[in-house]
């Protein structure tokens, strides 16, 4: 990857707007939403999922899960990683799994220098929608209302993607200090529609 | 790596035995033991741990299990990974977290093109010890017994990743196809001491 290169840290050189990926991890379905945030505004940039077949053994589909993410950021040069954190699905087996594709996507951030943040679904749900426990229908309609799209992301894990980036935006600890932005209490009311 | 130089294909080179890079994941300990098997005896070549540090965040540990794997296979050039599977703990953080790190363990054996042999842990303790519910005492005597070693393997944790592989070694889907072998029945005997 030539991140150097891409982006070369002088000062005469405009800051860009910060990009955060978003990722809401999964073993069949990773939903996923890089945004462009300048500290006021939020811009989609693309969303997406990163599918793996059923059939395929673990191992195949951690490589595909960790490969597409590396893909993205390697295309999209994002300063910070958004992961939604695992949910405690009522299979316990469902829950561990789960666990190893987050690893795998952890370990892409991790090991191309991302700031990770991590958030518990509910904390991404609340900041959306002000309810830890909407609906998917809801957050669709949230994250299309922020972002002033003209239609929901779909499927839902990919708007799920989009609102862990919006999430880490919107979060007291973000600076992404690569663009030099540093966040200001009025990108909260204006990042509202 | 170079796989291909360090072990060209030809007929003419002798068969090697197999080797078996035996994997207990673990976040903070992870134990491994490399095993060379001829299918009859079973020899073991290095045993130990990849530490990580509680006090690092997630992301940087499991990029140090990961890199601690890929050295590794790098180094010991194994046919075959037997990774042991998830034991339930009771706190399901714990668990779901020990998911993540056996997720990059995973990865790192797939993207090496290695043959991938995951069991449960009582089956490797039954394998071993013929006692599913084998004390880490147990195990650490039966390991030091059937590789005819002077001393127990330590910590516990590395004794369980040699287990690993030597419960992959003596299970009858074990066939290391680079170097030639085929499990035989009188295998499982002679591995006994």
Known sequence: MTRADARPGTATVPARPARVLGIDPGTAVTGYGVVAFDGRTATLVECGVIRTHAKEPLPARLHNIHAGIAELIARHQPDTVAVEDVFYAKNVRTTIVLGHARGVILLA??????????????????AITGNGAATKDQMQFMVAKLLRLKSVPQPADAADGVAAALCACLSPQFAPSAAGLAMRPSSLSRLRP
Chains 1, 2 share one sequence.
């Open 109 to 126: 951030a991790q090991d191309a220098g991302l700031v990770i943040h991590e958030f518990p679904p509910a904390e991404i749900k609340k």
